[in-house]
């Protein structure tokens, strides 16, 4: 569902149109994000890596902010950090300092509801379509930082608490991802408020069936290590994401000449 408003017209996007590629990339940087931020606080003292993931999302997020228009190697490195340090915070709340999963979850809820209320307050819009303004995007960054913790938190309360293990629970978001999509098909209906249910559900999918790999098979895992399982989940991230950069400079070539006022024939 699009709620542009007149005054958005002709500006270029600042993030990505939800397309099928969209999907596929998100969910390899939440798996990525997952077992590479255990990665970091395993091999190196948490007091270091937890301060440095944040000056690094802090850095990536000022470069994304600053630029006027989409760029796929500049927005996925921003939602790779924010998808590492997100896995980063809600671990310290339940590792650290001993909050329930249950607790966390409900408390990134609570924050989710809160960044939409200030972002409709302030823009009458939730669509990742109107986002063509550099305060939206900060709204919309806000609620990407918020549906990660969420995720994280929501994706350790079914394996963990609830028992369902991590392959159960990369099932069960499986299921729950698809189901936004379906409904949007036969509807046509509540786009936006399906794509934010689709959206954190991704946290969960992909930091579920990543934990399936990397997680010793005591724990019920593959046992592959966070280490390669990082590796692979990077390098495959980097080949997604540069045949987008390839498809998005063919795009701006192609709209070159209209963009000069000339006509196509």
């Given at each position: 569902?699009?709620t542009?408003?007149?005054?958005?017209r002709?500006?270029?996007?600042?993030?990505p149109?939800?397309?099928a590629?969209f999907?596929?990339?998100?969910?390899?940087?939440?798996?990525?994000g997952?077992?590479?931020?255990?990665?970091?606080?395993?091999?190196f003292a948490?007091?270091?890596?937890?301060?440095?993931?944040?000056?690094?999302?802090v850095?990536?997020?000022?470069?994304?902010?600053r630029?006027?228009?989409y760029?796929?190697?500049?927005?996925?490195?921003?939602?790779?950090m924010?998808?590492?340090?997100?896995?980063?915070?809600?671990?310290?709340?339940?590792?650290?300092?001993?909050v329930?999963?249950?607790?966390?979850?409900?408390?990134?809820?609570?924050?989710?509801?809160?960044v939409?209320?200030?972002?409709?307050?302030?823009?009458?819009?939730?669509?990742?379509?109107?986002?063509?303004?550099?305060?939206r995007?900060?709204?919309?960054?806000?609620?990407?930082?918020?549906?990660f913790?969420l995720?994280?938190?929501?994706?350790d309360?079914?394996?963990t608490?609830?028992?369902?293990?991590?392959?159960?629970?990369?099932?069960?978001?499986l299921?729950?991802?698809?189901?936004?999509?379906?409904?949007?098909?036969?509807?046509?209906?509540?786009?936006?408020?399906?794509f934010?249910?689709?959206?954190?559900?991704?946290?969960?999918?992909?930091?579920?069936?990543?934990?399936?790999l990397?997680?010793?098979?005591?724990?019920?895992?593959a046992?592959?290590?966070?280490?390669?399982?990082?590796?692979?989940l990077?390098?495959?991230l980097v080949?997604?994401v540069?045949?987008l950069a390839?498809?998005?400079?063919?795009?701006?070539?192609a709209?070159?000449?209209?963009?000069?006022?000339g006509?196509?024939?």
């Amino acid at each position: 569902m699009r709620t542009s408003l007149p005054a958005d017209r002709g500006r270029p996007r600042r993030v990505p149109e939800p397309d099928a590629a969209f999907w596929v990339v998100k969910i390899v940087t939440t798996g990525l994000g997952e077992t590479l931020s255990d990665f970091l606080v395993r091999r190196f003292a948490p007091e270091l890596a937890v301060p440095a993931a944040l000056l690094v999302l802090v850095l990536a997020l000022v470069v994304q902010l600053r630029a006027r228009a989409y760029r796929p190697v500049r927005y996925w490195a921003a939602a790779l950090m924010v998808s590492v340090f997100g896995t980063m915070a809600a671990d310290v709340l339940h590792v650290g300092i001993g909050v329930p999963y249950a607790v966390s979850t409900a408390g990134f809820a609570v924050a989710l509801a809160a960044v939409f209320a200030a972002w409709w307050a302030s823009e009458r819009t939730l669509s990742v379509h109107d986002i063509t303004t550099a305060r939206r995007e900060g709204f919309y960054w806000a609620a990407v930082m918020a549906t990660f913790a969420l995720g994280t938190a929501a994706g350790d309360l079914t394996a963990t608490s609830l028992g369902l293990g991590y392959l159960g629970s990369g099932l069960l978001f499986l299921v729950v991802f698809a189901l936004p999509g379906l409904l949007f098909a036969a509807t046509r209906r509540w786009g936006v408020a399906l794509f934010w249910v689709a959206y954190v559900t991704t946290r969960p999918l992909g930091a579920s069936f990543a934990d399936q790999l990397a997680v010793p098979a005591a724990r019920g895992g593959a046992g592959l290590g966070t280490g390669p399982v990082s590796a692979a989940l990077l390098l495959l991230l980097v080949v997604l994401v540069g045949a987008l950069a390839v498809r998005s400079r063919a795009e701006r070539t192609a709209q070159q000449p209209l963009a000069l006022g000339g006509r196509s024939s």
